[in-house]
């Protein structure tokens, strides 16, 4: 995400790395946590049907 950040810093400056304005999507984030963590249990991925926030 930091590195995220500083694109957007050089890119469209300051005024625009604000929490309003920018936002890194965390559900799409908690969903591959999800998908990474029933892998390392199970050896599989999860279908996306599984994963209860999708």
Excluded: C, H
């Amino acid at each position: 995400s930091l590195d995220w950040l500083i694109l957007m810093k050089e890119e469209v400056g300051n005024e625009w790395v604000q929490n309003t304005l920018f936002r890194i999507g965390a559900s799409g984030l908690l969903s591959d946590i999800e998908r990474q963590l029933a892998y390392y249990v199970t050896g599989q991925y999860s279908a996306a049907y599984e994963n209860p926030l999708v």
